[in-house]
């Protein structure tokens, strides 16, 4: 495959040496389309105009390896090594009691994964068997990040983040590379998925535009959403994790804390070109504002929301000690809220009503725990459910864990102790000389 050196990482070469140009340690090639099609891995090459004549390695642990010069030009060039992690990365989890079943995304690789709801173990080193995976060209499944199943209808969702602007449906019985069962076109940077099987509907967060929308569930291609939320008095702010609360009637979300106003924001997908400028403007906003950075925060909304609207109740506060908050999920049962805290490897729990600065009932985080860079949380049977980005585990805690304790299942998609890359999407990338550190922004 030809790979491009993008203007940026040049930029970033130049910075990084100190003005002078980019020698051939300098130059990198990574690009949305080369994680894509590499699974999410890094390529170092030389200058584009010098072919490889050295030796390619495989692994993060690799030194760089500088090419041998060579007078061939033209053609595929290789790269010299490649940083990949061969393994996925869970992101979303979502759970089917009715069959015992937990669904995750895996941004990594690209894929779907469907395992029994009671696999994993405390004790086995070994990756557990997935009764199925999604994963292909044909499935649109990209940058995978929230979940859902639905029992009833015998469907799986998928919302891909970034740069595909779309959600995926496909059959239970789905495996390997196979087209999705019907596709919708989302909002620019669609999160999370909340499914409300009563209503037969489904809302999605997204994140810049500072919303969520609400779908019919068999929604597909162009259809326009039932309703959405947005704008200054709904207190969102790069909204993630999205929960619907039917017994209560409430919608829940997780927000990072970055503000900007959506009429900053320039509509270019394929959902966004449908809305006129009228549209988008139809509120007053102040279009002169920029953004700005807020506390991260979890907003509690009417389920029948719509417009500019203010939340119910809001957390948010140092006593709530919530930091980059991913998967949210509600015990409708026990009336609590459940915080995938990304920012530092924590599980908060808030009573479902709690309201201002105040501090979690309970938070599982220690060394112990095993939650590193969680992303993902759901609820069911008494357990709670964690997937890790940090590492190739999901883990399995009792409903009132607390503290630092160990999990009473870890899955594993990988042996253990092998370690993960961390790339979401790697863009752009620089090497800086003077530490011999290869930079990677995702």
Known sequence: MRRLVTPIAVALGVWLVGGRGPSVEDIFVATTEAAAEADGSLCLMPDAADAVGGRSVVGPTQQLAIPERSDTEGGDIPPVRMVVDPYPSFNGVALDTTNDLVMMSDTNRKSLLTYDRTAGSRTSKQ??????????????????????????????????????????????????????????????????????????????????????????????????????????????????????DETHNEIVVANHGNYRPAELITSYTAYDARESRQERTGNAFDESAGGRFVPSSVTVYDGDANGDVAPLRTIQGPAAQIDWPMGIAVDEINNEIIVANNGDNSVLVFPRTASGDVPPKRVIRGPLTGIKAPMGTAIAKGEIWVANFGDHTALVFPRLAAGNVAPRRILRNAPAGKETSGFGNPYAVAYDTKRSEVLVPN
């Open 127 to 244: 990756a557990a068997t997935a009764r199925q995976q999604i994963m292909g060209p044909d499935t649109g499944v990209g940058f995978a990040a929230g979940v859902a199943m639905d029992p009833v209808h015998r469907e799986l969702f998928m919302v891909n983040n970034d740069v595909e602007d779309r959600l995926v449906v496909f059959d239970y019985d789905a495996r390997g590379n196979v087209n999705p069962k019907r596709l919708l076109y989302v909002p620019h940077q669609s999160w999370g998925i909340a499914f409300a099987p009563k209503r037969d509907v489904m809302a999605l967060s997204v994140q810049t535009p500072n919303m969520f929308v609400v779908f019919r569930r068999d929604a597909k291609k162009f259809d326009p959403p039932i309703r959405s939320v947005r704008g200054p008095k709904t207190g969102m702010a790069d909204p993630h994790g999205i929960y619907f």
